[in-house]
T-cell receptor, first 112, second 112 residues
Framework: KAGVTQTPRYLIKTRGQQVTLSCSPISGHRSVSWYQQTPGQGLQFLFEYFSETQRNKGNFPGRFSGRQFSNSRSEMNVSTLELGDSALYLC???????????FGPGTRLTVL | SQQGEEDPQALSIQEGENATMNCSYKTSINNLQWYRQNSGRGLVHLILIRSNEREKHSGRLRVTLDTSKKSSSLLITASRAADTASYFC????????????FGPGTRLSVLP
């Protein structure tokens, strides 16, 4: 099976812009979680989607949003980018009835 | 919060030596997982230990869990240069509206 894919791998934006990141989970996995990783805050949970519904949400401002499509692919959007949004954004898919997360390679976002 | 805390933050050893990393957490859990991350890439799942288990092995990895002390340890035996990576523990946080909470990680350097 192909692994979790994330696109794009690298992204450079300027403050005030918005960005959309994409994640395709492993085939058959219906749960997708998103994390933000920064040197200062470590890995922080953003949100989790299951069957097109947001199941859990972390403590991030409303500028961070996401959605999941019927094919389980997920997107996350960050509007009005700030310098502090520069981070590695990781997506993970989880098969049903397990807690093991399979991570993608991440999208490195740099906000200038 | 229920965030796990790894100890030490950084560890440097020679090839062939054993490496031990510790993780502490604050509230009750259903399971604890260890992940490895190579140089800003995606995380790779190493091992999951459930709250009713005390020890688990996988190849050169040995994980222990002490729920009374709310702590876990990861032992890598006969380390190799390829083990150089950051290691994170993750605890389930379903009661907190999230799925998993990651600690800040231990950066392991294995010198040839």
């Amino acid at each position: 099976k192909a692994g979790v894919t994330q696109t794009p791998r690298y992204l450079i934006k300027t403050r005030g812009q918005q960005v959309t990141l994409s994640c395709s989970p492993i085939s058959g996995h219906r749960s997708v979680s998103w994390y933000q990783q920064t040197p200062g805050q470590g890995l922080q949970f953003l949100f989790e989607y299951f069957s097109e519904t947001q199941r859990n949400k972390g403590n991030f401002p409303g500028r961070f949003s996401g959605r999941q499509f019927s094919n389980s692919r997920s997107e996350m959007n960050v509007s009005t980018l700030e310098l502090g949004d520069s981070a590695l954004y990781l997506c993970a898919s989880i098969p049903e009835n397990t807690d093991t997360q399979y991570f993608g390679p991440g999208t490195r976002l740099t906000v200038l | 919060s229920q965030q796990g805390e790894e100890d030490p933050q950084a560890l440097s050893i020679q090839e062939g030596e054993n490496a031990t990393m510790n993780c502490s957490y604050k509230t009750s859990i259903n399971n604890l997982q260890w992940y490895r991350q190579n140089s800003g890439r995606g995380l790779v799942h190493l091992i999951l230990i459930r709250s009713n288990e005390r020890e688990k092995h996988s190849g050169r990895l040995r994980v222990t869990l002490d729920t009374s002390k709310k702590s876990s340890s990861l032992l890598i035996t006969a380390s190799r240069a390829a083990d150089t990576a950051s290691y994170f523990c993750a605890t389930d946080a379903y009661n907190y509206g999230q799925n998993f909470v990651f600690g800040p990680g231990t950066r392991l350097s294995v010198l040839p």
